[in-house]
């Protein structure tokens, strides 16, 4: 059974994954130390499927991309948040980690199992039926996040095709 | 109908584009520098794919050039090689990446260009869409000759009235970051507008759209008018027509209102864009190293200021000054007009162009417990070398004036005699009458 995990406003990069562990840009390996220093827990605890709940600006600071990398890694379903850090937000769409801007993402109880459709840009609760209202993810986006990154996508396919 | 960002993506997809909406767009260049292209090209080779477009893409030698150890000697080797490889001929070791882009031609208004810098902004100050990406996305982005964007929302920045003597473009600017705060516009375009913006020159609305990245904004805009078109034609390579883009009916996320009437000279300090100062209040402050330069204050004007206060007067012995033009254009220019001989007469030393001391890898850098009082953009700590140096910033005027003193001085009263004097020089008669003086 998933869960999700909450997080406040301003989660910085460094939180997600502090700068001695970004000798690797594996994910796996990045993962293993996702949160480790403000959320010791959660890189023995998270599985996949769970889901990210956070604030405001979510993955600022530095542009690494070993942030979105590292979350990708634990093979969460997805990143949650009222709003994301410009650099992180493209980051995350080009490692291929999906992301939700989700304004009543505070509104989201802490013990709710969530559902995601990306295409419609809703958010479920399924023990409830509440629904959440987030920004759709544009076909391109979902076909890049699908691919699990730009660089694979872009191996296979153009970026014309999906204009 | 939208803000100018929406109005020049509305012309780039050719259809009616709104924030929020997510595009994939054509980018007319693809601009990185001897830092930050080894990264690019990384992440190009691993999707294995021809460059689309060879001649929008474009390699500047700027960060560390000529290189001053044997790593940055290698990565320039690097790109020149690679360079040389994919028929890239657009190769440029002659500035600061941001002033040569505009002098050589390739800014001009309603265009797309992607920087693997974050101070690509600076083009918007032409009236188009410039915004930094991370270096691998750049490298991405040579495949496709496209990249994937958000249409970002706006903050209007609306300025009036007349700047005060002794005060500059630099000072609003500080006071705008002051206002909105570094990353009070992240993810959004700032457009700047309003009757001192439609007055201002070329040189001082640059510094607008270079600055809006400490707002942490995508990009920062001007739209573009005769000022910009007479700008681009007379001092860059760019050919007209030149596209008039303007907001339309637009939809501000928020519109902030400055009056600059009454602005006194700012100082940004140590370690935030955004705790700025009265410069007064800091008047006395020992300072170690004045640095004048950079893709914020680095052009022919800012230069022709800051000789005008150090013309027949000498740096303070302690003091180190140091002027790095932001091209080798300026340069020239300057060696032409007489100002590196003004500025070698007052005991500071002029460098070669490039990002210099702005960066602290060479030209410049910061001892431990040092200050420095510099006209760049940013002061995060560690910037210019040590980390336990500090860094405060503001105008060339006000750069100079510190130079003179050793400490931070208010450039207004040098600035007074200075006009005092022109204005006895032009009561004068030009030769005196031995007859009529008698």
């Known amino acids: 059974m998933s869960r999700t995990w909450r997080f406040g406003d301003d989660v910085n990069t460094d939180e997600i994954i502090p700068g001695r562990y970004n000798l690797t840009i594996d994910p796996t390996e990045l993962a293993q130390h996702a949160f480790c220093e403000v959320r010791p827990e959660f890189p023995q605890q998270v599985a996949p499927g769970d889901v990210l709940l956070g604030g405001r600006n979510f993955g600022c600071g530095s542009s690494r991309e070993h942030a979105p990398i590292a979350l990708k890694g634990t093979g969460i379903r997805c990143v949650v948040a009222e709003s994301f850090a410009r650099i992180f937000f493209r980051n995350a769409v080009n490692v ?23 295409e419609a840009g809703v958010i479920r609760d399924e023990r409830t039926g509440v629904e959440y209202r987030a920004e759709p993810m544009p076909a391109f986006v979902r076909a890049i996040i699908a691919a699990e990154g730009i660089v694979p996508f872009l191996r296979e396919h153009d970026l014309d095709e999906l204009l | 109908m939208g803000t100018l960002v929406e109005e020049i993506l509305t012309r780039r997809v050719g259809r009616p584009v709104a924030a929020g909406e997510m595009l994939i767009v054509d980018v007319d260049f693809m601009m990185s520098h001897d830092n930050t292209t080894p990264l690019a090209i990384g992440a190009f080779e691993a999707i294995g794919k ?12 700027d960060h560390a050039y000529p290189a001053p150890n044997i790593q940055a000697a290698a ?16 190769l440029f070791a002659q500035g600061i990446c941001h002033q040569v882009m505009f002098e050589e031609g390739f800014v001009a208004p309603g265009r797309v260009i992607m920087g693997a810098d974050s101070h690509t902004n600076t083009y918007g100050a032409f009236g188009c869409l410039a915004a930094g990406f991370g270096s691998s996305e750049l490298g991405v982005s040579w495949v496709s000759g496209r990249t994937w964007l958000r249409v970002p929302e706006t903050i209007r920045v609306e300025l009036t009235g007349e700047l005060p003597f002794g005060v500059y473009a630099k000072d609003v600017m500080l006071e705008v970051a002051a206002t909105l705060g570094m990353g009070g516009a992240t993810y959004m375009a700032v457009e700047f507008g309003g009757p001192f913006i439609d007055a201002l020159p070329m040189p001082d609305r640059i510094i607008f759209a270079n600055m809006s990245t400490e707002l942490g904004a995508k990009c920062g805009l001007l ?24 907001p339309v009916d637009p939809d501000y996320a928020r519109v902030v209102h400055l009056d600059v009437s009454a602005l006194t000279p700012r100082v940004a300090c140590h370690p935030r864009v955004d705790t700025v100062r009265p410069l007064t209040e800091l ?7 004045v640095f004048i330069g950079t893709c914020t204050n680095g052009r022919f004007e800012d230069m022709v200021l800051a000789a005008s206060i150090l013309r027949g007067k000498q740096v303070d012995p302690y003091t180190r000054t140091i002027v790095t033009p932001a091209s080798r254009a300026v340069h ?6 007489g100002l ?15 990002c210099g001391a702005c960066i602290g890898r060479h030209g410049g850098v910061l001892a431990p417990g040092e200050k420095a009082f510099t006209t760049m953009n940013r002061n995060f700590v560690g910037r210019m070398g040590s980390a336990e140096a500090e860094i405060y910033l503001g105008s060339p005027a006000a750069a100079a004036a510190t130079a003179l003193a050793g400490h931070v001085a208010d450039p207004r009263p040098l600035l007074a005699a200075l006009a005092a004097a022109a204005a006895a020089a032009a009561a004068a ?6 007859e009529a003086v008698r």
């Open chain 2, 283 to 289: 008047e006395g402050m020992p300072i170690d190293q």
């Open chain 2, 340 to 354: 590196v001989e003004v500025f070698h007469a007052a005991g500071a030393v002029v460098t070669g162009t490039g």
């Open chain 2, 429 to 434: 008669p030009a030769v005196l009458d031995p």
């Open chain 2, 75 to 90: 990565n320039q080797k690097l790109i020149r090689d690679f360079a040389r490889a994919q028929g890239i001929r657009n």
């Open chain 2, 50 to 61: 021809p460059i689309r477009h060879p001649e929008r893409v474009v390699f500047h030698f």
């Open chain 1, 96 to 118: 291929g980690l999906a992301i939700m801007i989700c304004p009543d993402a505070a509104s989201i109880p802490d013990d709710a199992e969530l559902s995601v459709d990306f």
């Open chain 2, 332 to 337: 020239d220019r300057m060696i032409r007009e």
């Open chain 2, 223 to 246: 739209a573009a008018d005769a000022t910009t078109e007479r700008f681009l034609e007379q001092h860059t390579k760019a050919e007209g027509p030149f596209a008039r883009l303007a």
